[in-house]
């Protein structure tokens, strides 16, 4: 089946730029004429990702591959990967510093709310190798 | 209300936007961490909080949010402006405190 291919660099120097691909994502998937619920659960997951490359490793690559039922979404970094995937998943759980929460981040809620808005997710990661998260959402 | 009403409740300032001041809004939420906004907020329109950095305007725009109103006096940087002036967002700024400007609006009507 045919798929349009999006594909992202997330600059992770870059605070002020973080969301430029989720953004672009939104208004593509607006423009194709999906339904604005299935917009917005696509918007706020792959954003709570796109945050987590920039803020937790140094940013990556994100790809999107737009079907006409469904979007299956890339995060890819090489960042310091995430030693305990399943503490990580659970809310509240945030290794993010003071700096980032004074930024309005770090509450530990990206990763269940990326799992609550999608209907498939997984993580894949080593420590020091980097980390890629896979989402999929049915529209 | 109107957005336009929100203005006039909260004494506030328009810092872009002004074209579409006549929005019906129903809900506000007022949060200075966007992980909460993110994760907690269903259908509400209008974000009241004390923090000024691009995100925030990427949060709402991620949430189909019409309205960002800064609280006690805060003004964001010009490129926070442009950013939500491109997507179409109001910003405001208030005086007021975020708990004040809550309540002010609630009591007017506006829900949670
Ligand atoms: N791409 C990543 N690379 C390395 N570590 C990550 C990555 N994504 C998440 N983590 C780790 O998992 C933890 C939980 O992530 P989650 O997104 O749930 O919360 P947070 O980013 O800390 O806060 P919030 O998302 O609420 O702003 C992070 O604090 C971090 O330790
Ligand atoms: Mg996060």
Do not use: W
Request: hydrophobic letters at 40%; one cysteine or more.
């Amino acid at each position: 089946m045919d798929c349009i291919r999006l594909e992202y660099d997330v600059d992770g120097e870059n605070f002020a730029s973080a969301g430029n691909a989720s953004e672009s994502v939104k208004r593509t998937l607006k423009q194709m004429g999906v339904s604005p619920a299935s917009v917005r659960r696509v918007a706020i997951a792959m954003y709570e990702g796109e945050i987590n490359m920039v803020i937790h490793a140094h940013g990556g690559k994100a790809v999107a591959e737009v079907y006409p039922d469904r979007i299956e979404i890339r995060l890819q970094d090489t960042g310091p990967g995430i030693a305990d995937i399943d503490l990580a998943m659970k809310a509240g759980y945030s290794t993010a510093t003071e700096n980032i929460r004074s930024l309005g981040f770090g509450a530990g809620m990206g990763l269940p709310n990326m799992k609550k808005y999608s209907d498939e997710m997984k993580i894949e990661s080593t420590v020091g190798v980097g980390t890629t998260v896979f989402l999929r959402i049915d529209f | 209300m109107t957005i336009r009403d929100i203005v006039k409740l909260l004494d506030a300032e328009i810092l872009c936007g002004g074209e579409n001041l006549d929005t019906e809004i129903h809900t506000a939420c007022g949060s200075d961490m966007m992980s909460d906004v993110l994760a907690y907020v269903k259908d509400q329109s209008v974000l009241l909080t004390g923090l000024l950095n691009p995100q925030v305007v990427r949060t709402a725009e991620m949430m189909d949010m019409l309205c960002i109103v800064f609280v006690r006096g805060k003004r964001p940087e010009q490129n926070v402006i442009d950013l939500a002036r491109d997507k179409g967002i109001v910003l405001l700024t208030t005086e007021k405190r975020l708990f004040l400007a809550c309540g002010i609006l609630y009591t007017n009507g506006l829900g949670g």
